[in-house]
């Protein structure tokens, strides 16, 4: 790969952590400015459990920038190996091989682990950001022997192209679940994850046949593109999870006539303090007992765990209402006791 080419490459991952650390500025002046009660900016803040994926992904690529751009304007040796080039490897080329894939992979999937959450709480998260961390270190550990081994281009294409097919089905299937579901959140991310994954055959194709010009501009692609998905994602999956966004809070000032201050604040500080359920994970039985602004009924949790859901049912949906609804799941989720009912989240729709 000629050198002089070689300068776009680290220039564009410190365009991509210039852009993160822009998303992560941008997101603490809108929280500043929702606390003083701006309901536009109020809208434009994820949820606090959602803060870590921003840093997580900051850090791998600051580590893919150093590994990347240490030898800056010059290529580094082991990257030379990385594009399937014939030259030898020392192990210190290779652990840096490795750091790097384990950090890009890590980066480039963990969002995905957000479709799969049943719930918001720390655990769960942790739990999804686990499954990752170990993917990563499965491929970036088999990848990292194709590369000190000495393979061939074909051995070494095959080992790469396996798990890189497994994303793409997966990232395929989260499309379709995007577009035909109800499940939109990820649409753009999953087109972005989709296109660079399967771009990657003509980028190795043109580095391979003196054309490294593809492989220029699909790294401009896959770090450019990533850090505006990633917040746009974010954004619409605090709207999912707290059923304000756009479309739900022109549904219920059509229904309900309530100014969108009252709901963007009120909601979004109801939803922020307390464990998030997603409403399809709930099944509702029999009516146990009604009350002049709720009723209670037998029900169950994503199929398996027998749950009370109380739904809230005022007569007028009011700040007043809503207030009261703050209040009472507060002193619910304080409650423990061995003859209380605990108090697992709440869902909003």
């Given at each position: 790969m000629p050198a002089d080419?070689?300068?776009?490459?680290?220039?564009?991952?410190?365009?991509?952590?210039?852009?993160?650390?822009?998303?992560?500025?941008?997101?603490?002046?809108?929280?500043?400015?929702?606390?003083?009660?701006?309901?536009?900016?109020?809208?434009?803040?994820?949820?606090?459990?959602?803060?870590p994926v921003l840093y997580i992904c900051l850090i791998c690529q600051a580590i893919h920038l150093v590994l990347t751009g240490y030898t800056f304007p010059n290529i580094p040796s082991w990257k030379q190996r990385a594009r399937w080039e014939e030259v030898g490897v020392s192990m210190s080329d290779t652990w840096k091989y490795f750091t790097t894939m384990l950090s890009v992979t890590i980066e480039y999937n963990l969002m995905a682990t957000l479709y799969i959450q049943k719930d918001l709480s720390s655990k769960s998260i942790f739990r999804s950001a686990g499954y990752v961390i170990s993917y990563a270190v499965l491929t970036?550990?088999?990848?990292?022997?194709?590369?000190?081994?000495?393979?061939?281009?074909?051995?070494?294409?095959?080992?790469?192209?396996?798990?890189?097919?497994?994303?793409?089905?997966?990232?395929?299937?989260?499309?379709?679940?995007?577009?035909?579901?109800?499940?939109?959140?990820f649409l753009y991310f999953s087109i972005y994850s989709l296109l660079w994954r399967l771009l990657i055959v003509p980028s190795s194709m043109g580095t391979r046949n003196g054309m490294p010009e593809f492989y220029y501009l699909w790294v401009a692609f896959r770090a450019l593109g990533f850090s505006p998905c990633l917040y746009i994602t974010l954004i619409k999956e605090t709207q999912y999870w707290t059923g304000y966004g756009r479309e739900s809070l022109w549904l219920i000032n059509r229904e309900y006539?309530?100014?969108?201050?009252?709901?963007?604040?009120?909601?979004?500080?109801?939803?922020?303090?307390?464990?998030?359920?997603?409403?399809?994970?709930?099944?509702?039985?029999?009516v146990l007992d009604v009350g002049g602004h709720s009723k209670v009924y037998k029900g169950r949790l994503r199929d398996r765990r027998r749950?009370?859901?109380?739904?809230?049912?005022?007569?007028?949906?009011?700040?007043?209402?809503?207030?009261?609804?703050?209040?009472?799941?507060?002193?619910?989720?304080?409650?423990?006791?061995?003859?209380?009912?605990?108090?697992?989240?709440?869902?909003?729709?």
């Open positions: 080419y070689w300068i776009f490459v680290p220039l564009a991952i410190l365009f991509q952590v210039v852009l993160s650390i822009g998303s992560i500025v941008y997101l603490h002046i809108k929280k500043q400015t929702a606390q003083r009660g701006d309901a536009a900016a109020a809208r434009l803040v994820v949820l606090p459990v959602f803060v970036a550990s088999v990848s990292a022997y194709c590369y000190n081994a000495g393979l061939s281009f074909f051995a070494f294409a095959v080992a790469d192209g396996t798990f890189l097919g497994f994303e793409c089905i997966c990232y395929t299937f989260l499309l379709f679940k995007s577009v035909y579901f109800s499940r939109s959140t006539g309530m100014p969108e201050s009252v709901i963007s604040n009120d909601l979004s500080k109801l939803l922020t303090e307390n464990s998030l359920i997603d409403w399809t994970l709930l099944s509702f039985g029999e749950v009370a859901i109380k739904l809230f049912t005022p007569p007028e949906m009011d700040s007043a209402s809503l207030r009261r609804f703050i209040e009472e799941s507060g002193i619910a989720a304080r409650l423990k006791h061995p003859h209380i009912v605990n108090f697992l989240g709440m869902s909003v729709r």
